[in-house]
Structure formats: structure tokens, C-alpha cells
């Protein structure tokens, strides 16, 4: 077994990380299967304790724990309950009496005699044995249940004799007077279904001793379809293969889960395909190799009753678009049930279905493109070349860059999609961390190739050469020059557009003008992503703007794209509004996009404009869409989510709500490829714990940060920067104030008037004079909601006016932007005591009350200003919703003299003489 922990870790021991076995395999099992079975369990014990049932009939799938649950909820009903555990076999389901023949052992000779005495026999023995408690038989495998044992249950039932537990796949697999019991309800019905994804992450937490990143656990659940016994299985071969790893005290996955490896999980695969015919197998198999397949073709080819047959039988689902696949509980085992299919027959399965159904890559999913084409290399040992770059550009996308340098790699350089492949080889270099191996791919293509291409291919073969040097530190200058010899040579064309457009350049362009004009179109794009990347979003609107204009009618990918940095630099320079209204009309171009790295790249700095305009919920909205089907295989991508998903609770001030997500999220990302992001990760993860009120972990994270590395975008670098030191502020360290203002400084001789007010607001929590000028000035250069309550903080500050102060917390609290609202209460209630104005300092101390109670450490703590207790603030709302002292007492289990003096500190402290002026009053 290899679970050590990573470096830097401090969870348990790899020998205690995991206990696999607890007390044998079947407590083992056990375990897993009613770790989140709390529900089913207590259905079960109502049913066997009710008055006129006979029992309970528990079917699922094979796997989802039946036995384990049945003898704990037979165990669970305690010493008052006696039980009987029987057998079946399938070898003896022919023989009289086998389901029984336990209690036919225990039997006198002349007891079985006739039917007659051996009932009699059996009832007798259990009475003796129950001595006067209730009795229930547990049943494993009810379908197993022969005619004549059956009968004899059946008459313990009716007798009152005893009450049965059956376990059975499917409740159709029992006799007769069995259905006609479920029937009249005198049986119950319990179905185990899959273990839902909250479920699993029960388990796991319960049995695995530490926190598991979301994204493992949406893994496992997609894999194992909520079965508990095929979740254990692959959890102890993923832990045994040192796939599932400890990383700073969280269970992560390295890298996919790849179950072709694993004998356990091949085990239960082939269990559960027993019995299956020959043509149904050969219809599951092409179904595993081609991962989809129309609806008509799979009946063509294997007749509808073999297909029927199989959605019968929950083998596989058909979609709304008549296209056919494995069951969801089926489909996460791909590689395991691709790993039992040999050569062979994958070659005779690759001819079927292309005889039959000839593919095009460029109708083809993600999904199925790179199926099709590990298909292909398995088993014909070579691919189409545009599979083989349809299949790899689809690799990229879900960040799994080792799968597109297989795909990429099969092409040769005779073939005419040479050059493409090596460009997409450069990608997935870049994608893990090596530029320089990106270069050399690069490099590769001859010069006169180079000249040679197509306009668009030339344009994307440079813009590949700019992000692999930008993730070189120290290249701008090469990078500039790299652009402008391409525009250069492009001007130079005569309107041709070179050796013509291959179908990858289709794919990522959507291509629908001019080569040479969209080649053009292209190197602007890359000029403008050159400039964002370097922070230059001031000098960039006003081109961009003539671009996004330019394109409204042509290339839907290139104005994706501009569009994309367009909102980003309106948001950063300060025209919040303008990048909303960009933002809507650019989403609506999203499904004429083809390509899902643009569409994530596009989500993922919408997800950066609404936290830029304080819509931190919006940004959930985003990360929440974006989860699409590939995250959910490739745990980089599901931490990418959880990254996003965390900073956006800590922009709110909500540190605690997004702290699982930061630290799962951290966890994941520092094993590769994204570990750009990790940075930001740990920052968003200092600032939590600052505002949780926990200093030290907060300051051992922030001392985590190294110096940034080559290759990390501005935004990124701001954003990461922007937490660091709003924790280091929080938690009041001396340099923090004078660190945000120079941040701020710098940032508005750029134009970056967005990122300005950011962290102006962080260094003017107790700011001077001259600070709040600056903030007014910089909110009077910008748009929206937050520049108003910047406004307000400035104003309010310098004017000295509380009821200003508190319109900025009402515009906060609309935005539920928790720490921002603090901020200005805090502030508020100051002026106010210090001004002597009541009516504002009550007020505001209501509202910092009520902040109190959501968090844990106040951005800004009021001098001499003492908050409520959490007792206080409870009878302070009692009593303003009219409560009587006695009430309140009563209610809160104490004395009404207790409330008296409770009742005196909190008009001190609010500043109110009546009971009409507390919280909830009115």
C-alpha cells in the first residue's frame, strides 16, 4: 500500500492513514455500506416492529450493501429481537427445503415426517429458541428461495411466527404469494439505490480519518454509481496503487483514475456482466470501446431484442438524442471495462461499427473523440490524424496533458496534420509546466513549413511559440517581436491564405471568413492576451473595443475571445457596468464555440469580473456551471472549481463557508499541471483564516508563499496578492496598511482603477486623510455598486458623517458582501458616539451586532464600542419582538432577574431606553 503523505504534511502515519480491514472483511464491508445508510436503517427497524407486516424485502443492485444493511438493522433492534440468519445457494436452489435447511438440521427425524410436521417442527423450534421474543429470519439472495422453503416462510408470516428479512436484486425474482403480500402491503419494499454524492462523502470522511478534496469525491461517486461495495473496491485499489494520496491533510487523486490496473474492480465488473449472451456482450463491449452509439445502428447491428433485453436489465440508458450508453454507474468504469476486452475483439468491434456507422471527428464529442481514438491506437495501432488532433485538442481541455501527447504523438510527420499535432504537443507542454520542451516541438517544424501554411495554422503556431515563452520569465521583449514579424509576413500575402485550412483550425476557429484576414484577426487576439497577460488592460480597451466591433458578424470564437479580455479590462479599469453588459452579450455566443477550453476560459474570467463587481453569487453561478462533464474524471479541474468556489466566500468575508473548498482545492492544485493557481489557493486560504479568527494558521499560510514564479498572469498575481495582504491587515500586522496603499498607488498610475479601490479599501480600514481623497478619486473613475460604497467609506470618513457611512453598509449588505458592510458600520458607530448622534450610533450598533454574530473577527473592531454577547443579542431580539421578561426567561431557561440585568447591559451599550428601539422591534 502507498499512502504516505506528501511533503509538508502532518496527517497520520501511512500505516494508520487507513484501516482496510476493521474486523475482517465482512465488518470491512460492513462499514462501507451503512456508513449513510442512517435512513434505510431506520425504514427497516419501523417495518420489522410495525403491527400487521410480515417483513421487509430490501432490493438494489449487486453490491449496494444489502446483506451488510439487513444484519445492522437486525443487530440495531437489540437483545429484545431474536434473529435467524439463512442461507441460500444457487448450486441447491432446486433442492426441497435448501433456504431452510438450517433450521431442518436442528430438527428431530420423526419432524419430517410430513409437510404438515415438519412446519410444525420448525415453528416449535423457533418459539423455543425466541422464548417469548419476536423473531425475524434474514434471507441473503431471496431469488434463490425454492417453492417448498418458501411455503414455510410463508406460513411463519401468516402465524405470526416469525417476520422475514429477504435481500434480493429485484423484487419480481420472488415467488408468487410474495408479490401478493408486497401488494396489500403486508411486506415492505425497501430499495437500496446508489449512495448519493453527499453520501459518499460521508463514508470516505467516516473511514478514510481525514477530509477528502470534493473533487475525489465526485470521482468516486461517478465511478462507483453510489455502489458501496464497488466504491471500497476502487478507493483500496486507488490507495493501493498510490494514485490516492494525503496531501497537506487531504485525501487527493494524483492524477485520473485509471481502473484498467485493478483486479478487484474487475472482479465485481465481471460478476455483474455474469450471464450475459454472447450478443449482449458484444453489444456492452462496443458500447465500452465507442463510449456512445446511435440507437438505430447498436438494434441494426445486434437485433432491438437484444437491446431491449439490456435496458431491461439496467445495462445501458438511451438517451433523448437516440444515442445509446452504458448505465451512469457503468460509464466511470470505462478503463477498467475497456482493460478486459482484448485486441481482437476490439479490432473486430472497431470494423463492425465502422462499416455500420462510419465516424466523423468533427460531429464527435470530447468524450467520444478521445475514445475513439484510444480505441483506434489500441487496436489497430494507428489513427486518423484528424481524430488523432480532434482527440488531443479534446485531451487538453480536460487538462489531461499526458493523453494529448499520446494522441498528438501517433502522427507523423508525412501526414498533413503534422504541424497541427506538434502545435498541440507545444499545448500540453506548456499545460505541464516544460516551455522549453514546448520550444522544441516548435522548433521541429522547418522555417519553410512555417511560411508554408495556412494563414490561420501560422497565426496559432505563433500564438503557441508567445505562451510558451510567456511562461519563461524574462521573455517579453521576444515575445513583441515574435508578433510583429508575424503580422509582417501575414501583410505580406497577397490574399492567399497559404496551404489551405485544416480541419483543426476549423475546430478552434469556427472559420468563416477570409484565411488570411482571420490569420490577421488571430495574431491580434494573441497581441492582446500578451498585453492582459503582463497587467497592460488600460492601454488595450480602446483597440479592443475597435476588434470586438470589427468582429460582430465574422469569426464567433475570436469575438468570444475578445470579448472575454474586453470585459476583463473594463472590470479592472474601472467601467464595472460596461464589462456586465459585455459579459451578457458574449455569454450568448458560448454554444457556437466550439472548444471547451475557450468556453472555460471565458467562464473563468467571468467568474473574476463579478467578483470585481462584487457579485460574489454570481461567481458561484459561474463556477457552477462550468463544472461540465470533463471535470468530473480529471481531479485538476474539479480543484480548479473548488478554487474559485472558496475565493469567492473569502471576497464576501465568509472565510469559514469557503475554507473546505480552499484547503481540497490546495491540496489537489499543488500536484500539477495548474500548480500557478496554488498561490492564490494558499493566499485566499490565509485570508479565511484571518477572518475566522484564527491567527497563527492564518499566518503559517501566508508564510507559505514563495516569490512568483515565471509564467503567472497579472490578474492572477493581483488577486493572490490582494488576500495575502488583506489577511496580513486583518490580523493587524504593522506593514500591511502601507503595503495595500503602495499596491493601490501603483495600480492607478496603470488605469487599473478597479484594482486601485480594492486595495485602497483594504489600507484605509483605519485610514488617513489623505487616503480617503485618493479613495474618492479613484471611485469617481469607476462604475457600479462598489465604487458607490467606496464613495460612501471616503465621504463619510472625511466628512465625518455616520448616516453616509451606514448607506455604504446598506449598499453592502445588499451585495452581502459581509466584511465590506463591517467595515462601514464599524467606522459609522465611531462618528456617531464620538458626534453624540443616537439615532445613527444605535443603528450602527445593531447592525455590528449582528455582524458579530456571522463574524468571527470583526475587519475593524469600533474603539470603546462594546458588542452584544450571543446571550444578549437573543434576548435583545426577544424582547423587541415583544416578549415579556417572564417569557424570555422561560424560554431561555433561566431567571427573570438574569434577563433584567441582561436586558440593562444591552440598553447601555445600544444606547436605547425602550424595548421599541431593539432589533426585531417594529
Known amino acids: 500500500m502507498s499512502a504516505e503523505p506528501l511533503e509538508g504534511d502532518s496527517g497520520l502515519p501511512p500505516a494508520m492513514a487507513m484501516p482496510l480491514t476493521v474486523s475482517g472483511v465482512e465488518a470491512d464491508h460492513r462499514q462501507w455500506s451503512v456508513s449513510a445508510r442512517s435512513e434505510d436503517l431506520r425504514a427497516i427497524g419501523t417495518a420489522l416492529t410495525s403491527d400487521n407486516v410480515f417483513g421487509v424485502v430490501l432490493t438494489g443492485e449487486y453490491g449496494a450493501g444489502k446483506a451488510a444493511i439487513a444484519r445492522t438493522a437486525v443487530t440495531d433492534l437489540g437483545p429484545g429481537v431474536y434473529s435467524v440468519r439463512l442461507r441460500s445457494h444457487p448450486a441447491l436452489s432446486n433442492e426441497p427445503y435448501a433456504s431452510i435447511s438450517a433450521l431442518l438440521a436442528r430438527l428431530p427425524v420423526e419432524a419430517g415426517a410430513t409437510p404438515v410436521a415438519l412446519l410444525q417442527g420448525v ?458 453588459r459585455v459579459l451578457q452579450d458574449v455569454g450568448g455566443l458560448l454554444g457556437a464555440v466550439v472548444g471547451a477550453v475557450r468556453r472555460r476560459t471565458f467562464q473563468e474570467r467571468a467568474f473574476i469580473v463579478h467578483l470585481l463587481c462584487g457579485k460574489w453569487r454570481s461567481g458561484l453561478e459561474v463556477v457552477r456551471e462550468a463544472e461540465d462533464g470533463s471535470a468530473w474524471s480529471q481531479p485538476q479541474r474539479g480543484a480548479v472549481m473548488e478554487l474559485m468556489e472558496g475565493t469567492a466566500y473569502v471576497f464576501a468575508g465568509r472565510g469559514a463557508a469557503g475554507l473546505d473548498a480552499l484547503r481540497s482545492a490546495v491540496a489537489t492544485l499543488q500536484l500539477g499541471p495548474y500548480t500557478e493557481l496554488v498561490r492564490l489557493g494558499v493566499a485566499a486560504t490565509a485570508l479565511a483564516y484571518a477572518q475566522m479568527g484564527q491567527p497563527e494558521e492564518s499566518r503559517e499560510h501566508a508564510g507559505r508563499l514563495d516569490a512568483q514564479p515565471p509564467g503567472e498572469p497579472f490578474i492572477l498575481t493581483s488577486l493572490t496578492d490582494f488576500c495575502r495582504l488583506s489577511a496580513r491587515r486583518w490580523l493587524d500586522e504593522p506593514d500591511a496598511s502601507s503595503l495595500l496603499d503602495a499596491m493601490a498607488f501603483e495600480n492607478s498610475l496603470q488605469g487599473r482603477h478597479t484594482l486601485a479601490g480594492f486595495f485602497l479599501l483594504g489600507a484605509t480600514v483605519r485610514g488617513t486623510g489623505e487616503q480617503y481623497v485618493r479613495l474618492a478619486a479613484t471611485a469617481d473613475r469607476r462604475q457600479g455598486l462598489l465604487a458607490g460604497i467606496s464613495r460612501h467609506i471616503a465621504v463619510g470618513s472625511q466628512t465625518q458623517n455616520p448616516t453616509m457611512l451606514l448607506a455604504g453598509a446598506a449598499a453592502a449588505q445588499k451585495l452581502e458582501l459581509d466584511a465590506l458592510e463591517a467595515h462601514c458600520v464599524a467606522l459609522a458607530l465611531e462618528i456617531a458616539r464620538s458626534s453624540g448622534d443616537a439615532a445613527a450610533a444605535r443603528e450602527a450598533q445593531m447592525r455590528l451586532d449582528r455582524l458579530s454574530g456571522t463574524l468571527a473577527a470583526l475587519p475593524l473592531v469600533p474603539v470603546a464600542s462594546p458588542l452584544l454577547t450571543s446571550r444578549e443579542r437573543q434576548v435583545a431580539n426577544l424582547a423587541g419582538r415583544g416578549a415579556s421578561n417572564r417569557d424570555i426567561a422561560q424560554r431561555m431557561g433561566v431567571s427573570v432577574r438574569t434577563v433584567e440585568g441582561h436586558l440593562y447591559q444591552i440598553f447601555t451599550k445600544l444606547g436605547v431606553t425602550s424595548r421599541g428601539d431593539l432589533p426585531g422591534s417594529g
Open 123 to 580: 415453528m416449535d423450534l423457533i418459539r423455543h429458541d425466541a422464548a417469548g421474543r419476536d423473531c425475524v429470519l434474514v434471507l441473503e439472495d431471496g431469488g434463490l428461495l425454492d417453492p417448498l422453503s418458501a411455503a414455510v416462510l410463508v406460513n411463519l408470516m401468516v402465524t405470526g411466527t416469525a417476520r422475514v428479512l429477504l435481500t434480493v436484486t429485484e423484487s419480481a425474482l420472488l415467488p408468487g404469494d410474495f408479490h401478493r403480500f408486497l401488494a396489500a402491503g403486508e411486506l415492505v419494499e425497501i430499495r437500496l439505490t446508489g449512495l448519493g454524492e453527499r453520501q459518499v462523502r460521508q463514508v470516505l470522511l467516516s473511514l478514510l480519518g481525514h477530509r477528502i478534496s470534493a473533487g475525489a469525491t465526485r470521482i468516486f461517486h461517478r465511478l462507483s454509481g453510489g455502489n458501496s461495495l464497488l466504491l471500497r473496491g476502487i478507493v483500496t485499489e486507488q490507495q493501493q496503487q498510490g494514485n490516492l494520496v494525503l496531501s497537506s491533510g487531504t485525501w487527493t487523486l494524483r492524477k485520473a483514475v485509471d481502473l484498467s490496473v485493478g483486479p478487484i474492480v474487475q472482479e465485481m465488473i465481471q460478476t455483474r456482466w455474469a450471464g450475459e449472451n454472447e450478443n449482449a456482450r458484444l453489444a456492452l463491449d462496443l458500447l465500452v470501446c465507442a463510449r456512445s452509439v446511435p440507437l438505430n445502428v447498436l438494434s441494426d447491428l445486434f437485433g432491438p431484442d437484444t437491446i431491449a433485453g439490456l435496458e431491461d436489465r439496467r445495462r445501458i440508458h438511451v438517451e433523448s438524442l437516440d444515442r445509446v450508453r452504458l448505465v451512469p454507474q457503468d460509464e466511470g468504469l470505462h478503463s477498467a471495462l475497456l482493460s478486459m476486452i482484448g485486441v481482437n475483439r476490439q479490432r473486430e468491434l472497431h470494423n463492425l461499427l465502422s462499416a455500420a456507422h462510419p465516424t466523423d471527428p468533427a460531429l464527435m464529442s470530447d468524450e467520444e473523440l478521445m475514445a475513439h481514438a484510444a480505441w483506434a491506437l489500441e487496436s489497430l495501432g494507428a489513427i486518423d490524424g484528424d481524430l488523432a488532433l480532434g482527440a488531443s485538442r479534446a485531451a487538453l481541455d480536460a487538462g489531461d496533458p499526458a493523453s494529448a501527447l499520446g494522441y498528438a504523438g501517433a502522427i507523423g510527420a508525412e501526414q498533413p496534420q503534422w504541424v497541427s499535432a506538434q502545435r498541440l504537443i507545444a499545448a500540453a507542454h506548456v499545460l505541464s509546466r516544460s516551455p522549453e520542451d514546448a520550444l522544441s516541438a516548435l522548433d521541429a517544424v522547418p522555417q519553410q513549413t512555417w511560411q508554408d501554411v495556412g494563414s490561420v495554422e501560422y497565426a496559432l503556431l505563433v500564438e503557441q511559440k508567445c505562451r510558451a515563452l510567456c511562461a519563461m520569465r524574462g521573455y517579453e521583449a521576444d515575445i513583441a517581436a515574435q508578433i510583429h514579424e508575424a503580422r509582417y509576413h501575414l501583410r505580406s500575402r497577397t490574399g492567399t491564405s497559404g496551404g489551405g485550412t485544416t480541419a483543426i483550425e476549423h475546430l478552434e476557429c469556427s472559420q468563416a471568413g477570409p484565411a488570411a484576414d482571420a490569420g490577421l484577426d488571430l495574431l491580434d487576439i494573441v497581441e492582446f492576451e500578451f498585453r492582459a497577460f503582463g497587467g497592460d488592460f488600460w492601454g488595450m480597451v480602446v483597440p479592443l473595443e475597435d476588434a470586438f466591433a470589427r468582429l460582430d458578424s465574422a469569426l464567433p470564437s475570436f469575438r468570444v475571445r475578445v470579448g472575454s479580455l474586453l470585459m476583463l479590462a473594463y472590470a479592472v479599469c474601472g467601467r464595472e457596468d460596461d464589462a456586465q
